[in-house]
């Protein structure tokens, strides 16, 4: 038998797939025979010759069956024998047309509901049936549901208004803030001096960097709009990238032990390859000192918090940011207390957006290209449940696919061992922006509810929910270090309101940590000198030439609105990639993962690539298009750049800094600034050798032949 046609049908519903296959498909050449799973074509006059060898001596015949899988449906052709059917190719692409037209792309939005005449349940329960059924089952369930449909609204209206992006920060300095302007007839500005020297929106990330800015002796407040504490994801992280926590004060090494819930031994990286050809199908790759801390959020947040205010920092929560007004010597703050409902206003030197994707800021300073792509996030962390066997809380699952193209999108899974028996389980993908198909948080958790079994053995109703695990993880095609706003006059943005992360495995707290000693001498350094105008402020980010360059790789896992791939194709790339990965020293992929590939290796890999899989060149035209090409080649340009003038750079513009420093800072404070920032632009992101990826995590380089993945 031969395999001749694959197609994904975008629809949970089989049945009806199947129905239509059975009933009004018509192949317009042979006899339909119906089987349990769609029918047989059949020529009735054709004959089988005698006398020749067994592998010829087969009918010539179609099968055409239909399987469901991660609520999808998919379609397969095998033709018999060796011989073609009389007129296959037009019996294929009549099919291919006509299943495309009847079962098309559809990409539902959630209802408008109003909580003030039913419940967050009663409104989704029959739209999205086990998300309610499953969130009823978790502590806090209704409110992180509500909080759920909030983001997605909120983010629907972000990409569906880019143009227009609501209006929150105003300038009366003359300068423009985005679409900022004028005075909006609401804030008058004091000419008082102002409280605080910082403030910051948003509790998750802002609570680390705020933390140590008031151990420094800045007057900090912290606005977070829910109960301070609450996390809507956990977070994983590795020992050397952890260790600046401890380099920079924050805590001491006892410290940081009591927020590691679990230290693992190995992560597992894995996509399905069962529909590839043998030469696109690779073995697991191995990344020990990837992820492998699965950290206590929620204490490591109350942690900080604590840290904060014994500093002398402030924290109000339950509240949210309305607006910001900004002139020639502070920001001013408008914000409502949410159970009283009462407005009051706060001023500061500096306003620090650590809102996330949701944050109005970040769509106002960017106007129509706040984010180029996404990765909507579900999941859950799940105390117990699942039977012995099923998962060694040793290991962990850093990237990993059970199944092809899913209704327009290559679903990904992460799996991380937290205290006990607990684990926490993701399920994602990769997103462009699109107005039309913003990309939906509720249908991505009737997914996840769905075909968790699937992905890992269990009985649903026997596990025990912790909490829900959810957010919009945003990315920036970066072409050069300034393409992104990310600051304006007395604001900047850090985190994921600044998109700034890993194109691969990491969120915003991933790109903080690592760059958080980055962040901090250098606003310290603005703070000092009152260096807080956009053309400053504006330095201090955490972009690397080497992850702007691997933007195109995430664009290439990503399925455009609208169009229909061969299912198999986004496995076969990431078959491709890992597999080189997985043939290399274990430091190159640590390194890469960790955004710490220099320019020759990503040349090397980018060529071995090229060479396993060339159709990988036309797949990725196919996907990003002329445009974005265009512009990657613009990112690949300035990698280069920066690779050299870092190599003539780094031999002696530290030593260099260290000796011109006491005199130059004071006198050119904007220049030393300036100088600063390069220099952590050309140490940051450096590789790192065999040893020194063994020790952060010795006992997790063991033998491949001892690793193991249970299903």
Not at 260 to 273: H, L, M, P, Q, V
Not at 568 to 596: C, H, W, Y
Request: include cysteine; hydrophobic fraction near 40%.
């Amino acid at each position: 038998m031969k395999e001749i046609l694959y197609l994904e049908v975008p629809t949970p519903d089989i049945e009806t797939v199947r129905s239509w296959l059975q009933t009004d498909f018509e192949p317009g050449n042979g006899e339909k025979v119906l089987t349990s799973e769609g029918f047989r074509l059949i020529i009735p006059s054709a004959t089988t010759p005698a006398k020749v060898a067994p592998s010829e001596n087969l009918p010539t015949e179609l099968s055409v069956f239909v399987w469901s899988v991660q609520r999808t449906t998919y379609l397969k052709v095998f033709r018999w024998s060796e011989q073609p059917f009389p007129s296959e190719r037009q019996i294929l692409q009549r099919l291919t047309k006509e299943i495309r037209s009847r079962f098309p792309h559809h990409y539902p939005e959630p209802p408008a509901i109003d909580l003030s005449q039913q419940s967050i349940f009663a409104a989704l329960g029959s739209t999205y049936p086990l998300t309610v059924k499953y969130f009823q089952k978790m502590p806090n369930g209704e409110y992180d549901l509500t909080r759920a449909y909030w983001w997605e609204k909120r983010w629907r209206e972000g990409v569906q208004n880019p143009q227009q992006p609501r209006q929150v920060v105003f300038s009366h300095s003359g300068t423009r803030a985005g679409g900022a302007g004028g005075d909006g007839g609401v804030t008058v500005i004091s000419s008082s001096s102002p409280t605080y020297d910082l403030i910051y929106i948003g509790g998750a990330l802002g609570v680390i960097h705020a933390a140590l800015m008031a151990k420094l002796g800045y007057k900090v407040l912290l606005v977070e709009r829910m109960p301070f504490g609450r996390m809507n994801r956990e977070w994983n992280i590795s020992r050397d990238e952890i260790q600046s926590l401890v380099n920079l004060g924050l805590v001491t090494p006892a410290e940081l032990e009591t927020i590691i819930a679990r230290e693992y031994k190995d992560g597992f990286n894995k996509f399905f390859d069962a529909n590839n050809p043998a030469k696109l199908r690779s073995p697991v790759l191995h990344t020990p000192t990837v992820l492998n801390l699965g950290l206590d959020s929620e204490k490591w947040l109350q942690m900080c918090g604590q840290k904060l205010q014994a500093a002398g920092g402030e924290i109000w929560d339950e509240t949210e940011f309305i607006r910001a007004d900004i002139d020639v010597s502070q920001v001013v703050l408008q914000v409502k207390h949410l159970p009283s409902q009462i407005e009051k206003q706060v001023s500061g030197r500096l306003l620090i957006d650590a809102m996330g994707t949701a944050s109005p800021i970040a769509w106002q300073l960017n106007g129509g290209r706040a984010f180029d792509s996404v990765c909507p996030t579900v999941g859950a962390a799940i105390e117990s449940g699942f039977e012995p066997g099923v998962w060694d809380s040793q290991y962990g699952d850093v990237l990993y696919s059970h199944g092809d193209i899913s209704r327009g999108r290559q679903l990904i899974w992460e799996l991380f061992p937290a205290a006990d028996d607990e684990l926490t389980i993701y399920l994602f993908h990769y997103h462009e922006v699109n107005a039309e198909n913003p990309g939906s948080l509720l249908e991505m958790y009737e997914d996840f509810f769905t075909i968790l079994p699937e992905y890992r053995r269990c009985d649903m109703d026997k596990l025990v929910w912790k909490k829900p695990t959810f957010g919009y993880i945003p990315g920036h095609f970066s072409v050069g270090s300034r393409d992104r706003t990310v600051a304006f006059d007395r604001l900047m943005a850090i985190g994921d309101a600044a998109s700034l992360q890993s194109p691969l495995v990491f969120t915003g707290f991933g790109s903080l940590v690592r760059n958080l000693e980055r962040l901090t001498t250098l606003l310290d350094t603005a703070l000092k000198h009152d260096l807080l105008s956009f053309r400053h402020l504006n330095q201090i980010r955490a972009y690397q030439s080497n992850v702007s360059v691997t933007w195109l790789f995430s664009k290439g896992m990503m399925v455009p609105t609208g169009k229909f791939l061969p299912p198999q194709r986004i496995n076969s790339m990431l078959n491709t990639f890992f597999g080189l990965l997985a043939d290399e020293p274990p430091e190159v992929a640590d390194n890469f993962i960790k955004d710490r590939c220099d320019w020759l290796t990503f040349n090397r890999l980018a060529l071995k690539a090229a060479r396993k899989n060339p159709a990988l060149l036309l797949w990725i035209w196919e996907l990003a298009g002329p445009r974005d090409l265009v512009r990657w080649l613009g990112s690949y340009f300035n990698f280069g750049r920066h690779a050299l003038i870092s190599a003539l750079l780094s031999p002696w513009f530290s030593r260099f800094l260290n000796r011109v420093g006491f005199w130059l800072e004071p006198r050119n404070p904007g220049l030393w600034l300036w100088l600063l920032a390069i220099n952590y632009a050309i140490a940051t992101g450096k590789p790192r050798s065999s040893s020194q990826v063994a020790k952060t995590n010795p006992e997790a380089i063991i033998p491949k032949s001892e690793a193991r993945i249970l299903n």
